[in-house]
Each structure stands twice: as structure tokens, then as C-alpha cells.
């Protein structure tokens, strides 16, 4: 392939995929405020112009980036919650969630907060991150009735943060113990 003056094109079917995790990255580091395409293009080491081809602007560019970390959320969650075949086992497999290496990389609690912060300016992202959430409870809602889904979902959601500034406060058994409360699980 030649551009119009005749240099070769290179081609890059990852660029866009890069480019959005190049995004989380600046975001993980600095936050939404310091995402700027020239901090992006050159953390995904590709052109400037790769931004607004791939993005229509940086709100675009944002919300697509934040629909990849929820979908790597989701992932990591199915991984986990999926095999669960009882109540008990499902109340387990949240500990298990709640306790695994993903969650324990910084990273992961910077772009879910930072992800909440952008959703509650950004009425666009709302429904898109409603629908992701939903999609958690559904999985829970076959173990658990409606309202035990919603409950667990916003424990494990807030339980996240709190692990941040006081893990200490919220060792294994005890997380364990409250989704067990919560969940109406007996062993």
C-alpha cells in the first residue's frame, strides 16, 4: 500500500487497540485530567494523527478506552464467578474475586475510581457502564434473588475501594464472612 506521495503505509490492525490501552495507561498514572493525544500517541507509539483517526475526539477516545477496561473487568470476573455452582460456592468465588492479584495491582482501583468519576460527568458513559454493571447481577441473580444481587454487587463494588485505604480493616475471613451474611450462604 502507498500513501499519495508514494511512501509505504504501515500497516497496524492492533493501532486502535493499542491506542485505547495506551489511554488507560495515562490514566492509570495521571488520571483523566492528564490524558492528552499527544501523551497517547507517544505512549502507543504512533503517529498524532492516529488519534483523530481512530477517535472522533478525547471524549470518544475515553469512553471506548473505558469500555475496553470494562470489558477486562468483566472478564476477569466471569474467569472467577463462572464455574460457581451453589450459593455457597458463588459466596466463595466473590471472596475469591475480591481477593485476587488483579485487584491487588493499583492500577486496577485507580481506573475503576477514575472510570466512576468520568460516568458521573459524562451521562453518555452512564448507560454503558449501567449496562456493564447489570450484566454482573444478572450472573449473581442465578444464585441469588434480585434484591441479594444488587446488595452483593454494591458490597463487593464499595469493599473494592475500602481495601485501598484500610486492607488491614477487611482481612479474607471477614470480607468472607459478610458476603456469606449477605448472600444467606451456609456451609
Known amino acids: 500500500m502507498f500513501d499519495t506521495e508514494?511512501?509505504?503505509r504501515r500497516h497496524d490492525p492492533e493501532r486502535r487497540e493499542?491506542?485505547?490501552?495506551?489511554?488507560l495507561d495515562v490514566i492509570a498514572e495521571q488520571g483523566t485530567q492528564g490524558v492528552t493525544h499527544r501523551r497517547v500517541a507517544a505512549r502507543a507509539d504512533v503517529p498524532l494523527g492516529s488519534m483523530t483517526y481512530h477517535f472522533e475526539?478525547?471524549?470518544d477516545l475515553l469512553q471506548h478506552s473505558f469500555s475496553l477496561y470494562a470489558q477486562q473487568v468483566g472478564d476477569h470476573f466471569d474467569a472467577i464467578i463462572a464455574p460457581?455452582?451453589?450459593?455457597?460456592?458463588?459466596?466463595?468465588?466473590?471472596?475469591d474475586y475480591i481477593f485476587s492479584p488483579f485487584w491487588e495491582q493499583p492500577r486496577h482501583i485507580t481506573l475503576m475510581m477514575e472510570l466512576y468519576s468520568y460516568v458521573s460527568c459524562n451521562?453518555?458513559?452512564?448507560?454503558q457502564v449501567k449496562r456493564w454493571l447489570e450484566g454482573g447481577r444478572h450472573w449473581l441473580m442465578r444464585h441469588f434473588d434480585e434484591?441479594?444481587?444488587v446488595g452483593l454487587d454494591a458490597f463487593v463494588e464499595g469493599l473494592l475501594i475500602h481495601r485501598v485505604v484500610a486492607?488491614?480493616?477487611?482481612?479474607?475471613?471477614r470480607v468472607h464472612t459478610l458476603?456469606?451474611?449477605?448472600?444467606?450462604c451456609t456451609d
Open 167 to 173: 486492607p488491614a480493616y477487611m482481612p479474607r475471613e
Open 147 to 149: 434484591s441479594t444481587a
Open 84 to 95: 460457581a455452582n451453589s450459593p455457597e460456592q458463588a459466596c466463595k468465588a466473590l471472596t
Open 6 to 8: 508514494g511512501r509505504t
Open 123 to 127: 451521562p453518555d458513559m452512564r448507560e
Open 18 to 23: 493499542r491506542i485505547m490501552r495506551a489511554t
Open 179 to 184: 458476603i456469606r451474611r449477605l448472600g444467606h
Open 57 to 59: 475526539g478525547m471524549d
